[in-house]
């Protein structure tokens, strides 16, 4: 029997990780994508461009060709740099398909909280901006709304998957009306709408996010069928509906928040009507879904008492609030949904 070796290289891989990760980031905050979105160019013009110093460009350039974020057509010199395909559609700020809104957050934001993890892990709070006495992530988003639009965008790039996931693998045909409740920008209404002509809905959030909404349903000409309702989900009625989604949402507050939440719902649906949570769910053993917990994490980061949980989790919550039947289902990367019926 012959056994392998202890090796170093994951154990090594996962702790340089982060040198891949500022790389691409850096490559966002600086609009490589998006200039390069425009054609190919060399390192030479691309340094011009962004003002790179000659000293760092061909490596910067060539660790993006290495780590797959960029395509590079010769060598030396006259080499010439173009973005991949999910480059070119996810990260060129100019279409509507950009998802660096997310990134950029992460870039500015996140990356430096994070080295204050073991802090969190020690103490069990938050280690943002309100951990300084500053405002926290939503008081700083919400209050500049062109901030808050380049977000919210950039989160519906990050749920596309999950929306169109969604639109196809819950059974609308047996229901008429829904309400995303605190859905963003509007991707998952766009993708129901967009599959199924029969249904009617929208979207409850804050006021604020009210013009963002209205912008990206009218780009869809779906304005004759969704909605938008200003309110807030823990002191305002929710908006009646056949169905509610809540998306990325339950993860942000505490347990007792999560079944305030639950329990809203579930009183505010008809008798049949059905509940749609999704999140990055913690697979049920806790050992597969590392996004999942890393999120997770990213919660005790971010907020007093928000965390994710696994499919069971729910499940237990929503019968506990008194959902008659609940299941999980897998959407698409490390998102699943659970489905709560009244």
Same mark, same amino acid.
């Given at each position: ?29 600086? &609009? =490589?994508? #998006?200039?390069? +979105? ?6 030479? /013009?691309? !340094?011009?461009?962004?003002? *790179? ?66 802090? &969190? =892990?020690? #103490?069990?709070? +938050? ?6 006495? /500053?405002? !926290?992530?939503?008081?700083? *988003? ?201």
């Amino acid at each position: 029997m012959t056994t392998q070796p202890p090796s170093l290289d994951s154990i090594m891989q996962l702790g340089f990780g982060f040198w891949g990760s500022k790389t691409l980031l850096s490559g966002i905050e600086l &609009g =490589l994508f #998006s200039l390069l +979105a425009k054609g190919p160019l060399d390192a030479e /013009e691309i !340094g011009h461009r962004l003002e *790179l110093h000659p000293r760092s460009r061909r490596d910067f350039l060539d660790a993006l060709v290495a780590l797959g974020m960029l395509q590079r057509d010769g060598a030396g010199e006259r080499a010439r740099y173009r973005n991949t395909p999910d480059t070119d559609f996810f990260l060129d700020r100019a279409k509507p398909s950009y998802a660096g809104g997310i990134l950029e957050m992460l870039n500015a934001r996140l990356f430096k909280f994070w080295n204050s993890l073991p802090e &969190g =892990l020690r #103490s069990g709070k +938050a280690q943002n901006e309100a951990s300084r006495g /500053e405002a !926290g992530l939503f008081e700083t *988003l919400y209050a500049d709304p062109a901030r808050l639009r380049q977000f919210l965008a950039g989160m519906t790039g990050l749920s596309a998957g999950a929306a169109t996931a969604i639109a196809h693998k819950f059974p609308w045909k047996d229901y008429k009306t829904f309400i995303d409740v605190g859905g963003a920008q509007g991707a998952v209404p766009v993708q129901v709408a967009l599959a199924h002509k029969h249904l009617t809905g929208g979207e409850f959030d804050l006021p604020v996010v009210g013009p963002i909404f209205n912008d990206y349903i009218r780009s869809f000409e779906l304005g004759n069928r969704l909605t938008f309702h200003p309110g807030d989900f823990f002191k305002d009625d929710l908006p009646p509906a056949d169905v509610y989604i809540m998306g990325h949402i339950l993860h942000d507050w505490d347990l007792a928040e999560k079944k305030a939440l639950l329990k809203k719902c579930y009183d505010a649906l008809p008798k049949g009507g059905a509940l749609i949570v999704y999140e990055a769910l913690i697979d049920d053993d806790r050992r597969k879904n590392a996004f999942g917990l890393l999120m997770s994490l990213n919660m005790l980061i971010e907020t007093p008492g928000g965390f994710d949980f696994t499919g069971a989790d729910c499940q237990g919550w929503m019968k506990e609030t008194g959902f008659r039947e609940t299941r999980v289902e897998h959407l698409v990367g490390p998102d699943s949904m659970v489905i709560g019926v009244k």
